[in-house]
């Protein structure tokens, strides 16, 4: 979780802004993004967490639309899935945001994902202790989601830190990512490159035989991105 701390500001920055502003010159945009990213994983409790280092490679796939209409939130969705031994899910998060400030070195947004998990498998093959193999799971999260970027002056890099966070009941969800993106205008297009670290940390309290610490889920790496906005 220290691995975020821009996101976590950011976040929290989120609490005390309820009036969402948007540039009235804005027009419609699209943006496509594709994120490869190389993680680690661990499972189970936090005071005897198993490492899991064989999750595969992911990419991540998401697409936002971006309107002039003050009132109606902009509308963001993307899937990654997860594939570890002990565990693996599709992860697709639906997101509704607006844009609190936006300038010329600075922008912030806030909004609200509802995360659904599917096709989850946790505990494959009983490999970890103290609990039933093979808990199948499809759940959804409503999270509070904030993003924000700083443009580095005289340049054309940009720091960038984005963050979901969500708790109910005995399930607690966290995914947050941080780091630098190169923006390359071309024609009517802007292209975009990323460079940072992603972290799921999900505490799922939907398993019989386990509790929400036991079915702690970790999954943090490096990744690289590429989006066009147009």
């Known amino acids: 979780m220290n691995k975020l701390s821009l996101a976590t500001v950011v976040a929290s920055a989120a609490l005390v ?11 419609f945009t699209t943006k496509v ?3 490869a990213w190389f993680p680690d ?3 189970g409790s936090k005071e005897g967490a198993v490492r899991d280092n064989d999750v595969d490679a992911s990419q991540a796939f998401s697409i936002a639309f971006e309107h002039p209409y003050p009132i109606l939130p902009n509308v963001k969705v993307r899937y990654t899935p997860v594939k570890a031994d002990r565990f693996e899910y599709d992860q697709i998060d639906y997101t ?6 936006e300038t010329d070195g600075l922008q912030f947004d806030v909004g609200l994902t509802l995360t659904q998990f599917a096709n989850g498998e946790f505990n494959k093959g009983g490999s970890i202790p103290g609990g039933p193999a093979d808990q199948s799971f499809s759940e959804t999260a409503l999270n509070m989601y904030a993003d924000a970027s700083m443009h580095i002056p005289n340049t054309n890099f940009h ?6 966070f969500g708790s109910s009941s005995d ?3 966290m995914d947050g990512q941080a780091g630098v993106k190169y923006i390359l205008p071309v ?3 802007d292209v975009e490159f990323k460079l940072g670290y992603r972290v799921m940390d999900h505490e799922f309290g939907y398993f019989e035989g386990f509790d929400s610490d036991q079915a702690n889920v970790m999954v943090d790496g490096w990744f690289g991105g590429l989006s066009f906005d147009f």
């Open 17 to 27: 802004m309820a009036v969402p502003a948007h540039s009235a010159e804005k027009e």
């Open 159 to 164: 720091i960038f830190g984005q963050y979901d």
């Open 187 to 189: 024609d009517a297009v």
């Open 33 to 35: 993004a594709i994120d």
């Open 171 to 173: 399930t607690r969800t």
């Open 96 to 101: 509704g945001y607006y844009k609190l400030l």
């Open 41 to 43: 994983g661990k499972v």
